[in-house]
């Protein structure tokens, strides 16, 4: 069987014809940056003087991109899209917390998701935002550690111990687990742990896994690095690849700032970096494992080739393809029928905390050249394939 990400009918296969209504709907809306602009303002303003906004987010953007607001309200779409072999990855929405109480909360929940994917073969990843673990004034100033006070360095140990905790309990539970990336200015310090993680965690099977931005003009050479400590230390290195999220945010502060911006100077650059990261890691299977995490077409097709090239089976547990819930399915369900190994990445968690991701997916599909009118495209695709049935 060929790839074929056009083929509509796989990728919408368990969506009835109402359900693709309402996503052409939605995605309609949010390819206005005006509207975008706006319903951002909106709910910010809103949500600061607590007025309940949940009437108006979940049967829209909410249901399009979240699992539900529980761990366990999200079963219903696991089992459905494992119909399709497609597996879930959950991941528990939470953004610039406070306070140590709050701190501990989002610890136990993640334990609870680890706990809860290690029972379940169609979770083959846990994952968590390393900065929902620790205060984010502190974060902010680990540039410059001569600036923390003894509290403050206190307050970082036990945010590695926390990370620890949560590797240690995938680590025994054999339950591999993603950290995601966010801003550079701490990135530095994530990959730290990372790093002694994977030493300490990942000397069998591959457990912990870090991720790469390759928006980021430094992540090959910082790819090559990890390499050979890898082999030079005797553990498997977990990769997972994005592009970044953060663009604009980095380009600002280094604006603001007045250093140099980490990021490539534009699309074509990322890209090329990308692709080069896959190969890279292909030809370093012995140690490496991929999660390549992206909605981008001809990378998905590059790492599809790369397998084929080496002869590396479709379903290689070291390789794994992963796009969001509610974005890209012709990707993830063609990928999937085809035998690929696929994830959809599931954030859950009250109205609330999901908002900053559902801004972010908003903005998003509004800035980025071709993704809505490619997501409404293919909608379009199926309701006319349909008409004709
Ligand atoms: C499963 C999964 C997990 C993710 N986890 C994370 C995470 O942990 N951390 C994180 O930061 N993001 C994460 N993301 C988001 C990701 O970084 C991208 O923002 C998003 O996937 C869009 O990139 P793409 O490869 O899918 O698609 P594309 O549409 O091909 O690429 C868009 C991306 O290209 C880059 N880009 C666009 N314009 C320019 C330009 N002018 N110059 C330089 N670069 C440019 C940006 O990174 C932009 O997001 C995740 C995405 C997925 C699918």
């Known amino acids: ?32 940056p005006k509207l975008v602009n706006a319903g951002k303002q909106l709910l910010n303003g809103l949500l600061r003087i607590h007025f309940p906004v949940d009437w108006a987010i979940k049967p829209t953007v909410y249901h399009q991109f979240v699992g539900g607001e529980e761990l ?35 610890l136990n929940e993640t334990l609870r998701s680890i706990r809860f994917a290690a029972k379940n073969p169609d979770i083959p990843f846990a ?13 902010d100033k680990i540039e410059h550690p001569e600036t923390l006070s003894q509290d403050e360095h206190a307050q970082i140990e036990q945010f590695k111990n926390r990370i620890d905790i949560l590797c240690h309990e995938s680590a025994s539970l054999g339950q591999p687990i993603l950290i995601d990336a966010e801003h550079t200015w701490y990135q530095g310090l994530i990959d730290e742990i990372a790093e ?37 230390n005797g553990y498997l290195l977990g990769l997972k690849f994005v592009r970044g999220a953060y663009m604009e945010k980095e380009r600002d502060r280094a604006r603001k700032y007045g250093y140099a911006s980490p990021i490539h100077p534009d699309k074509a650059s990322t890209d090329r970096a990308f692709n080069e990261a896959l190969k890279i890691s292909i030809e370093n299977m012995d140690v490496t494992s991929i999660f390549c995490g992206t909605h981008n ?6 790492l599809t080739q790369l397998m084929q090239e080496r002869d590396i089976n479709k379903n290689n547990n070291n390789i794994w393809f992963s796009q969001l819930y509610g974005m890209s399915d012709h990707i993830s369900f063609n990928l999937a029928m085809n035998g ?28 980025v050249a071709g993704q809505t009118s490619r997501e409404l495209r293919l909608l379009q695709k199926e309701i006319e394939r349909r008409k004709l049935r």
């Open 1 to 32: 069987m060929s790839l074929d990400f056009n083929d509509t009918s796989i990728a919408y296969a368990r969506m009835s014809d109402t359900d693709l209504k309402k996503a052409q709907f939605l995605f309609r809306l949010i390819s206005s």
């Open 72 to 106: 366990e309200h999200c079963s219903q779409i696991i089992n459905l899209l494992s119909q399709y072999n497609v597996k879930s990855i959950l991941d528990y929405s939470v953004e610039a917390i406070q306070d140590d109480d709050a701190i501990n909360k989002v």
């Open 127 to 139: 994952v968590f935002k390393p900065s929902a673990f620790i205060q984010p004034q502190i974060l």
């Open 196 to 232: 002694e993680m994977m030493l300490q965690y990942n000397k069998e099977h591959t457990i912990v896994y870090n991720t790469l931005q390759m928006y980021r003009i430094d992540r090959i050479s910082f790819l090559q690095q990890q390499i050979q400590k890898a082999h030079e």
């Open 297 to 302: 077409e001809e990378s998905c097709l590059y």
């Open 340 to 367: 690929y190994n696929v994830a959809k990445y599931i954030p859950y968690g009250p109205v609330k905390n999901v908002m900053p991701y559902l801004i972010r997916r908003a903005e998003e599909n509004t800035s």
